[in-house]
């Protein structure tokens, strides 16, 4: 289930360059990576795979074919957003993958159907991820997310995943601090994904648009790096991890280091690793916009240097910093990179990265 994480490891410990990216990031770095893999990638396999049979037992078979191919596929993905349960104590991180496994699961559903599935119309959309939202709030109650299509019976799969995410949230401490914050990260999300999946030229349009909304906050970044920093989770994952640590005050925090620079990353990287399949299927790359690999490393390194001086002032700095370094390395390590010939070219961002790093560490020097 979860091979391609094995194999990004794989790649991590043959690559002499990749090895010494994981040494500079820190000397704790290796143990905390070693941690990750042997206690957290095995609780969120037990977690994926209740959720598994769940979509398996879907009656309806195009519903039931994009469940799998979600969890499947993208299993990837849960292991990678457990990352931070690496700091928690054991019980602390067994409710928190209970939390974002079948969160991850939801973001992953939905984007499939939203790619992948034929009966889902534009309209759907915000429709569907509806369903981010009311599995960020506890006290949201159920409701018919397929009112605008796709057609069929998923058993109830996704209330299932929503109702699983809402119990093993229900009890984090600092939810009124958490919840706004939640609820503008499922917005932004669900906005997105509907403007992202209209036909090309009018997408890019609309994405431009709703940017320019929020552009006078954000005016440190293009309307493709917001629209990246949307798609990510790890702006509800990061605070979230500072509940569980009872760390009130780094909530805020949190949420304005992770968001837009550490998502604008993540989602950037996934979408470098993406570029063959979204060719094939006609999809909005994100990290193609830039129309270059020098152009894209340069904004990059932009957002890593932004990332790092916000995450720097948090408490959490350690956790916060092996989130952005190994996420970097482990996606840039995926198997899709060799399989796409982009080795150079991730070579070169893992070196933009390294410089980013040593430049943060090198003003702190000073």
């Avoid at 991590?12 to 905390?32: I, W």
């Avoid at 699961?105 to 889902?120: A, E, F, K, M, S």
């Avoid at 019976?153 to 984090?172: F, P």
């Avoid at 309307?223 to 500072?242: I, M, R, T």
Wanted: aromatic letters at 10%; proline letters at 6%; a negative charge.
């Amino acid at each position: 289930m979860f091979g391609d994480i094995v194999s990004a490891l794989r790649t991590v410990l043959s690559s002499p360059e990749r090895l010494r990216a994981l040494f500079a990031a820190g000397p704790s770095t290796a143990a905390d990576l070693v941690r990750f893999m042997t206690r957290i990638v095995p609780i969120s396999a037990a977690n994926l795979e209740a959720i598994r049979e769940r979509a398996a037992a879907i009656p309806d078979p195009q519903l039931r074919a994009q469940a799998l191919a979600s969890v499947d596929g993208k299993a990837y993905h849960i292991a990678g957003a457990c990352i931070l349960a690496t700091f928690l104590p054991p019980e602390a991180a067994r409710r928190y993958v209970a939390i974002v496994a079948p969160l991850e699961t939801i973001y992953d559903y939905l984007d499939n159907l939203c790619d992948r599935h034929p009966g889902v119309s534009v309209e759907a959309y915000p429709v569907l991820h509806q369903a981010i939202g009311d599995a960020l709030d506890p006290s949201a109650p159920a409701r018919d997310y397929y009112a605008c299509g796709p057609t069929g019976d998923d058993g109830g799969y996704l209330r299932n995943l929503v109702a699983r995410t809402q119990d093993a949230l229900a009890d984090v401490p600092h939810l009124d601090l958490l919840r706004p914050r939640f609820a503008h990260a499922a917005q932004l999300y669900g906005e997105m994904q509907t403007h992202k999946h209209y036909p090309p030229g009018e997408r890019e349009r609309r994405c431009v648009t709703w940017y320019e909304q929020h552009k006078e906050r954000y005016k440190d970044i293009d309307w493709h790096e917001f629209a990246s920093a949307a798609g990510s989770q790890f702006h509800v994952y990061g605070p979230l991890f500072e509940a569980f640590l009872d760390r009130r005050e780094a909530i805020a925090g949190t949420y304005d280091a992770y968001f837009p620079y550490v998502s604008a990353v993540h989602v950037l990287l996934d979408a470098f690793i993406d570029q063959a399949e979204d060719r094939e299927h006609g999809e909005l790359n994100f990290s193609g916009v830039y129309g270059g690999a020098a152009a894209l490393r340069a904004r990059v390194r932009s957002l890593f240097d932004a990332a790092r001086l916000r995450l720097g002032a948090l408490p959490g700095e350690r956790a916060h910093r092996f989130v952005l370094d190994v996420m970097t390395l482990f996606y840039l390590s995926h198997p899709k990179v060799a399989a796409q010939g982009l080795e150079r070219e991730a070579r070169a961002l893992l070196r933009t990265n390294a410089s980013s790093r040593d430049a943060y560490h090198g003003g702190l020097r000073r």
